[in-house]
């Protein structure tokens, strides 16, 4: 009786959601409820779609349609709530049937796949095998199934799970985890078949590479089929501890940090905007619920809430001035998890971190750079995550048994050192390249090559500057191995700096790139300071992404592009605000321009900045470039002249931008070469001030990163790496001599000086 009550009132908190801030279970039943009511008035028309059309998978072979599982799953849960027999019969029905619709497939297409010996397979695709699996669990828990139908699910069932047992892809990686989930679920289906403890088995086995081990993914969307499947395993084959795991939570805190404030998780490597987000609901509920923790249920909520608004946005009835949030069956068949899993008692609290690593430079290797946490905050993202050095088993089985030399393993993009999202006001400024348009990837290796990502790219080779760039970019697409490092991440109080490096020792050259977040201004400053390696041609181009170039001028002093994202695929982007990409430094050679480009399966255009020259081992190149956002229907070109290179006694070194904020001048000083203040001989400390000195104008100091907010009678600063800070003669900060001991080749001890991690201070001016 309970259930019934709770399920009759599920309409009225559906249609009154938008009243109450924190999503409840009530609300994910009337979801349920919809999609299956709609779900079976699409039913018919579904199967005679897929009859008129019916291709073959180039994965599955033999692909029929989800939609029905899907279907399936949700009235057999609505069933198992409500009692109400007239689901467990549509339930049933379409089960019984699905194993039918093979007789359409065509002999000549059956004959071409080896794996078909025996026969097709009900289900070949192992997303939709444990709905299909959970679906009938749940009708024969209810009550009578006729013997017939029976019989035929268990046996289209059986076959299937021995369809996937002989192809068990493994590894820490969501494809492994699918079939692992497969096959718990069939096992648990069919506990008495002669198969069900050989398929129990190689589910532990293929499951064991993920519970307790780091995934070797790295896209948004694939982490998102692989956390909820793993969530799913759990809960099938009730090993809750699982979930307690240091890497799982790990993974809840980093994907709790990737939350945009367009509500979904920033989508990097081989992801869609807007990908994924329906997996994580069930996840964060069961991980608020298990942890008690407010985080969890804000992102749980955060996703539904955004994505529901984008959803009535896209499926209402404007003749009927309905709003209609259709999320079909196959997010419906995942929020019976959230369903069951949530838990109403947990409040729902936004997390107060602002910019933060994601969550570490080993294994995540992200850096997020956030105002806040409302819709209208700013939120980059910046992904300087290489292959790294986990997971060899499973990557080389892959990369020996699939076509996948166009990733940086698995499902990665060659993004290292991109700037993958950056959202403020609403309004979309900088964003990913998206998923490939076909298999194995795309003309060129598009979609997953450098040159598709807001980050520098490195050719061998002169470029006449006659010559195509977008042609001289361009090759097979193939990922070239590279390693990357986090310098430095600091939270001062003007600004948020990171500074990361991509070391590519085949190609021959380092790249370090410095993103300073000026949070008061929400601007940034990025610059990106390249050494050789090696003697050779090199060219380097610095690229940016956009929709659409509103204005622009391209004079070597004033180079700038005002941009904006008015769409990425379907969903129409908030207008509010634009994005001026701005060039200061365009010194002898370089080129600026722009070429056109499919991006996210949509036309964009690139911006560049190209340089192209012999350089000798050890030469430096720099970009620097200013990111600025500013209200749409503004030309925020004359605020430009604000920003100014700062001249330096060490060219090639180190770079310095100065910008005017009212009656201050605010100085970011950077060295190129972090290393340049390091001797030759080796004595401890190794670093001298003499050697790592730089001149910014009025300020003299060897740090690593300075920045300085300078007024009539007072300077204000932040740095790192340093000994020793002055301003006109002033000296700011002095590190004072100290004992260094144990000298390696046993001289006495010797007097030197100590740098200093970090340090912010005021002081006064005469």
């Known amino acids: 009786m309970i259930k019934k009550v709770l399920y009759t009132a599920a309409a009225l908190v559906f249609f009154c959601a938008s009243a109450e801030a924190q999503v409840r279970k009530a609300e994910y039943l009337g979801y349920i409820r919809q999609a299956a009511e709609l779900g079976w008035k699409d039913y018919p028309q579904a199967i005679e779609t897929w009859k008129k059309s019916i291709q073959p998978s180039e994965l599955w072979g033999y692909d029929a349609p989800g939609q029905p599982v899907y279907l399936a799953d949700l009235l057999a849960f609505l069933f198992s709530e409500t009692g109400d027999r007239s689901y467990a019969e549509k339930a049933t029905r379409i089960l019984a049937d699905y194993g039918d619709l093979r007789q359409f497939y065509p002999e000549e297409l059956k004959r071409k796949r080896a794996e078909y010996r025996s026969g097709i397979p009900a289900i070949s695709n192992f997303f939709i095998l444990p709905p299909y699996a959970r679906a009938y669990m749940r009708l024969s828990a209810g009550g009578r199934i006729e013997p017939q139908d029976r019989d035929k699910i268990e046996r289209d069932l059986a076959f299937s799970l021995d369809h996937i047992f002989y192809f068990p892809e493994w590894g820490a990686h969501n494809r492994a985890m699918l079939r692992a989930e497969s096959l718990y679920y069939g096992a648990a289906a069919l506990p008495s078949h002669p198969h069900a403890a050989r398929w129990k088995q190689m589910a532990a086995r293929l499951a064991e590479d993920s519970l307790r081990q780091w995934e070797i993914e790295d896209a948004a969307g694939y982490h998102a089929v692989w956390l909820y499947s793993l969530f799913s395993y759990a809960d099938i084959s009730r090993q809750p501890d699982v979930l307690r795991s240091v890497q799982v939570r790990f993974y809840l805190d980093y994907f709790l940090q990737l939350l945009t404030p367009h509500g979904n998780v920033a989508d990097f490597g081989d992801s869609h905007w807007n990908g994924g987000w329906d997996r994580f609901v069930p996840v964060f509920e069961k991980a608020a619920a298990l942890f008690g923790n407010p985080q969890y249920k804000y992102a749980a909520e955060q996703l539904v809430r955004r994505n529901v608004e984008r959803l009535v946005r896209q499926s209402s009835d404007p003749a009927k001035h309905v709003p209609v949030a259709y999320i079909g069956t196959g997010i419906g068949s995942e929020w019976t998890d959230a369903f069951r899993w949530a838990d109403d008692s947990i409040p729902a609290s936004p997390p107060s971190t602002g910019s933060t690593e994601a969550l570490e430079d080993l294994v995540g290797k992200k850096i997020v750079f956030r105002s806040g946490w409302d819709p209208a905050s700013s939120m980059l993202l910046l992904n300087y995550r290489d292959e790294g050095d986990g997971g060899r088993l499973g990557r080389d089985y892959l990369r020996q048994t699939l076509s996948v030399e166009e990733e940086k393993m698995h499902h990665g993009h060659a993004d290292e050192n991109s700037i993958v999202v950056w959202m403020s006001g609403g309004s979309v400024l900088l964003h990913d390249g998206g998923y490939r348009p076909d298999l194995p990837s795309g003309p060129y290796g598009a979609y997953r090559a450098d040159y598709f990502h807001n980050r520098v790219v490195a050719r061998l080779n002169r470029r006449d500057k006659q010559q195509n760039l977008f042609e001289f970019l361009r090759n097979s697409g193939a990922y070239r191995r590279v390693t990357t490092q986090k310098i430095d991440f600091l939270r001062l109080q003007d600004a948020d700096t990171s500074r990361t490096r991509l070391i590519d020792s085949d190609l021959g050259y380092q790249w370090d790139r410095t993103l300073v977040y000026l949070k008061e201004k929400d601007l940034f400053l990025v610059i990106d300071g390249i050494q050789a390696l090696r003697s050779d041609y090199f060219t380097f181009t610095n690229l940016w992404h956009t929709r659409q170039v509103l204005r622009s001028r391209t004079e070597k002093e004033t180079a700038w592009f005002d941009t904006r994202y008015d769409r990425i695929g379907g969903d129409i982007l908030p207008d509010k605000k634009a994005l001026l990409v701005y060039f200061p430094e365009n010194g002898p050679g370089k080129q600026i321009g722009t070429f056109p480009l499919s991006r996210h399966f949509q036309e964009e255009t690139a911006i560049h900045q190209t340089v192209s020259r012999f350089y000798r081992a050890g030469d430096t190149e720099a970009f620097v470039t200013i990111l600025y956002p500013h209200d749409r229907n503004e030309d925020a070109s004359g605020r430009l002249q604000d920003f100014a290179l700062t ?120």
């Open 647 to 766: 001249a330096v006694d060490r060219p090639g070194k180190a770079i310095a931008l100065s910008m005017r904020d009212g009656s201050e001048q605010v100085q970011i000083c950077v060295k190129l070469d972090p290393d340049m203040d390091l001797a030759a001989e080796n004595v401890r400390p190794l670093y001298r001030q003499a050697l790592g000195t730089v001149k910014y104008g009025d300020l003299e100091t060897d740090a690593a990163f300075l920045l300085a907010r300078i007024g009539e009678k007072q300077i204000r600063y932040g740095a790192s790496g340093m000994t020793r800070i002055t301003y006109r003669g002033k000296t700011l900060l002095e590190a004072l001599p100290n004992t260094f001991g144990l000298q390696l080749d046993g001289a006495p001890p010797r007097t030197g000086l100590s740098r200093w991690r970090c340090w912010e201070e005021t002081v006064s001016l005469p």
